[in-house]
């Protein structure tokens, strides 16, 4: 049974995920929206995505005008997940840091290597 929890709440919670974020990483975010939906329609227990190009891909003679990256965050599949308001709270954290490093070009083996798989 999923935690029940109002969409406000949840995006408060996005929130203060992203206020993690040491203030010298953050400062280098730019054009990258976050997105709070229920659920990825290609799967329906994942729990984050980022789309876009990272930054160490970025070739910057071609990339003026780019549309923002986006980070997505799917609360219906980390609702159904976990099992307390707690569980929840450390659940987005965890998303979305591991999203905001894909945007900083760490891939999931080296995101597993430093506990954030």
């Given at each position: 049974?999923?935690?029940?929890?109002?969409?406000?709440?949840?995006?408060?919670?996005?929130?203060?995920?992203?206020?993690?974020?040491?203030?010298?990483?953050?400062?280098?975010?730019?054009?990258?929206?976050?997105?709070?939906?229920?659920?990825?329609?290609?799967?329906?227990?994942?729990?984050?995505?980022?789309?876009?190009i990272?930054?160490?891909?970025?070739?910057?003679?071609?990339y003026?005008?780019?549309?923002?990256?986006?980070?997505?965050?799917?609360?219906?599949?980390?609702?159904?997940?976990?099992?307390?308001?707690?569980?929840?709270?450390?659940?987005?954290?965890?998303?979305?840091?591991?999203?905001?490093?894909?945007?900083?070009?760490?891939?999931?083996?080296?995101?597993?290597?430093?506990?954030?798989?």
């Amino acid at each position: 049974m999923p935690v029940p929890m109002s969409e406000d709440r949840f995006e408060e919670l996005v929130g203060d995920a992203l206020d993690l974020i040491p203030p010298e990483l953050s400062q280098a975010i730019d054009n990258v929206v976050v997105l709070i939906e229920p659920r990825s329609d290609e799967d329906p227990h994942l729990l984050g995505l980022y789309h876009g190009i990272a930054l160490t891909d970025r070739d910057y003679s071609h990339y003026g005008g780019a549309l923002p990256d986006t980070i997505t965050i799917y609360r219906d599949a980390i609702l159904e997940m976990c099992r307390s308001e707690e569980e929840v709270v450390e659940e987005v954290a965890i998303t979305v840091i591991h999203e905001i490093a894909h945007y900083f070009g760490i891939d999931d083996e080296r995101l597993h290597q430093l506990g954030w798989g």
